[in-house]
């Protein structure tokens, strides 16, 4: 399968823990996105990168998150300090624009997400 | 800012009859619009997108959509549907004239095809 993987699929934690997802994007795609998405709601967009580069980072929803693509392939995203308002799906997807002129007419590919529950 | 707007929760429509799932968008400049679809406990999957050209446009599974630029609605369309087309469907919009602005996703609309 060469689709967007997230990891883990599933995660349940404790309040005040600190938890980190994985995505591993669609090979030789330079864009890596995240999103949240909870019950009801469409994803609601968080940050994303080109190659090791963050972009755009001022829609994380608080200093509790952070993401990192330090090599420019996969990414992480860490939830500090978790909240039960954190519980989400969190979704990863990735694209490979096809020229700079054109960037927002790509398409994303998305990821399975990884469901999170704050207890 | 830009929105999208998909005015019903809920579509039930019988297997083999046609269905539409609407959407509606605001932007400032022009838009480019996308539907997904969602599976239980799976990611979104593309669907159809609309850049410029032909405002119907066709994508997977036998969906196509139109762009409406008078009324600002991207409607998904089938003509016959199928039980396993019941899903989550997501439009979203890019504002073209914005820069690099996020994709908004509208709330969803959860279809059901009943046999």
């Known amino acids: 399968d060469t689709g967007v993987s997230q990891d883990p699929r599933h995660k349940i934690t404790k309040r005040g823990q600190n938890v980190t997802f994985r995505c591993d994007p669609i090979?030789?795609?330079?864009?890596l996105y995240w999103y949240r998405q909870t019950l009801g709601q469409g994803p609601e967009f968080l940050t994303y990168?080109?190659?090791?580069?963050?972009?755009?980072k001022s829609r994380l929803l608080s200093d509790r998150f952070s993401a990192e693509r330090p090599k420019g392939s996969f990414s992480t995203l860490e939830i500090q300090r978790t909240e039960q308002g954190d519980s989400a799906m969190y979704l990863c997807?990735?694209?490979?624009?096809?020229?700079?002129?054109?960037?927002?007419?790509?398409?994303?590919?998305f990821g399975p997400g990884t469901r999170l529950l704050v207890l | 800012a830009q929105s999208v707007a998909q005015p019903e929760d809920q579509v039930n429509v019988a297997e083999g009859n046609p269905l539409t799932v609407k959407c509606t968008y605001s932007?400032?400049?022009?838009?480019?619009l996308f539907w997904y679809v969602q599976y239980p406990n799976r990611g979104l999957q593309f669907l159809l997108k609309?850049?410029?050209?032909?405002?119907l446009v066709k994508g997977s599974y036998g969906f196509e959509a139109e762009f409406n630029k008078s009324q600002t609605s991207f409607h998904l369309k089938k003509p016959s549907a199928l039980v396993s087309d019941s899903a989550l469907y997501f439009c979203?919009?890019?504002?073209?004239?914005?820069?690099?602005?996020?994709?908004?996703f509208g709330k969803g609309t959860r279809l059901s095809v009943i046999a």
């Open positions: 997807a990735s694209s490979f624009p096809p020229t700079s002129v054109f960037v927002i007419a790509e398409t994303q590919y």
């Open positions: 090979s030789e795609h330079n864009r």
């Open positions: 990168f080109q190659n090791e580069a963050q972009l755009e």
């Open positions: 932007v400032s400049g022009n838009p480019y």
């Open positions: 609309y850049i410029t050209g032909d405002n």
């Open positions: 979203a919009v890019r504002d073209v004239e914005s820069g690099n602005t996020p994709l908004v």
